[in-house]
């Protein structure tokens, strides 16, 4: 992702001014506060799947696995009243299933492997249920487990920066802090910081649209923390 920083770095170098801290203080708390920004707005992000709410960890997992269902629909035997096609279901007779539903449905039968999701992804999720189904639903079922392990990895490699801030990362991430790195720059001579996400979210189209936003955000609560400040001290100096 590349972004201009630089209205936001011209914000906080005048919030360090008017607030009188040093340097590296202001530098790494509102590093911090912008970390926090982005793992808030990275996905998974909390909302509705399937017409239930969740929080942002069971929302991307709930994602996961309906992403997963679209790109095969998983054949389940004792969803079949039909004992033939729950015979043929459970011994995997992936021709003549596909015989048999053409008299019925236009799904293709296909013997289930990881290809076959990652194939069906468009900017990293399937957005509608393809004419697929297998009936390996034990083996997609696995998939869907392994998947959800890594749900949370974009978010990790900006919580690698809030941890090494102090910072209270969720438990849910820890696991994923190795996607992410801190640079603590604040004793060079042209002091900066640096926060790295490492997942292959962060090399995705959407991931400069998520800097930009936590930027802006940022910055403006810089700017209104500068606006009450300037405020505060015009009324002071009104009284003096």
Do not use: C
């Not at 509102?30 to 709410?53: N, W």
């Not at 720059?185 to 959407?206: F, K």
């Amino acid at each position: 992702a590349r972004v201009n920083t630089r209205s936001f770095e011209s914000a906080l170098s005048e919030f360090i001014r008017l607030k009188k801290l040093t340097l590296r203080d202001g530098l790494r708390q509102q590093a911090g506060l912008l970390a926090d920004e982005l793992i808030r707005d990275t996905p998974p992000t909390k909302g509705k799947v399937g017409g239930k709410s969740y929080g942002a960890r069971k929302a991307g997992e709930a994602r996961m696995g309906r992403d997963v269902r679209r790109s095969a629909r998983p054949l389940i035997p004792s969803q079949w009243r039909t004992p033939r096609f729950a015979t043929l279901i459970r011994r995997k007779k992936y021709d003549a299933l596909e015989a048999a539903f053409a008299n019925f449905s236009e799904d293709k039968i296909l013997q289930f492997s990881s290809d076959i999701h990652q194939h069906a992804r468009e900017d990293g999720r399937v957005k509608a249920r393809l004419a697929q189904a297998t009936p390996d639903y034990r083996e997609e079922a696995a998939y869907i487990r392994k998947m959800r392990s890594r749900v949370g990895l974009a978010k990790g490699g900006w919580a690698a920066s809030s941890r090494a801030l102090g910072r209270r990362v969720p438990a849910w991430l820890v696991p994923h802090l190795w996607a992410g790195d801190f640079q603590d720059h604040t004793g060079d001579r042209n002091p900066s910081v640096v926060l790295i996400n490492r997942s292959a979210w962060a090399g995705g189209r959407h991931a400069d649209f998520i800097v930009r936003k936590a930027l802006r955000r940022r910055e403006g609560r810089l700017l209104r923390a500068l606006e009450g400040a300037l405020a505060a001290q015009a009324r002071k100096a009104r009284l003096s």
